[in-house]
């Protein structure tokens, strides 16, 4: 089994580490020499502040709105990524860290352990180390920790954070649930052209014939396939 732990919102997380003042409110993080909104609070999405807006375009919308916007500081975010990962690696040994701000957990030898609540061990002790919050999902798969991620980020009342892809009647439900252009691996325009094909989600996917897929596709969106 996969693990996938990611950080809400990380650089906006970060910065409310440091002044707990901006929890709960909308916050906004700029890219170098403050281009764009690279990161945001789910207060700053829920007012639809898009991701990567040219900040000079949007100035006068976020300052009525209140949203909080601040310059990026990767000092301080690398180092908060680096304390997650150690944390991490008292999990399970084998971790491999995907970006900044997320990482996939090889988890073996844990057959008889509860991994929803295994999953939640590892959130509370991150947010309570670090007081970054974050959201674990775990499956068969990397493909499908990823699916088990979204999972408990959309649904945190009902996850509490942490969504275990295990059977075959989870998993089949979660990829109806996805939608094809929210695969790991599927960009815009390949998502138009599966759509083209019948493919409304992720579950749409794996039932293309296996010879178009390899006929048409790449090796790596075979492999996702399977």
Not at 90 to 98: C, D, I, K, N, W
Request: proline share 4%; aromatic share 10%; hydrophobic share 35%.
């Amino acid at each position: 089994m996969y693990a996938l732990v990611d950080c809400n919102n990380f650089y906006a997380s970060c910065e409310r580490v440091f002044n707990p003042n901006l929890q709960g409110k909308p916050v906004a993080i700029l890219s170098n020499n403050d281009g764009c909104v690279i990161s945001r609070s789910d207060e700053a999405k829920a007012l639809q502040l898009p991701m990567g807006a040219p900040i000079f375009k949007w100035e006068n919308f976020c300052k009525s709105n209140n949203i909080h916007v601040l310059s990026s500081n990767y000092p301080l975010y690398g180092d908060m990524s680096s304390r997650v990962m150690n944390i991490l690696k008292q999990f399970t040994p084998e971790v491999e860290v995907y970006s900044i701000d997320e990482a996939f957990l090889k988890l073996e030898g844990f057959t008889n352990y509860n991994l929803e609540d295994y999953g939640l061990q590892m959130r509370q002790r991150i947010l309570k180390w670090t007081g970054i919050p974050t959201c674990v999902g775990i499956a068969p798969t990397k493909a499908l920790s990823k699916v088990a991620n979204k999972i408990a980020r959309k649904f945190p009342k009902e996850t509490k954070g942490s969504y275990v892809i295990n059977s075959d009647e989870s998993r089949i439900k979660a990829l109806k649930w996805t939608k094809i252009k929210d695969i790991w691996g599927i960009g815009k325009k390949l998502s138009n052209r599966l759509a083209t094909k019948g493919c409304k989600n992720a579950y749409d996917f794996t039932q293309l014939h296996e010879s178009w897929v390899k006929s048409n596709m790449s090796v790596v969106e075979s492999r996702l396939q399977r």
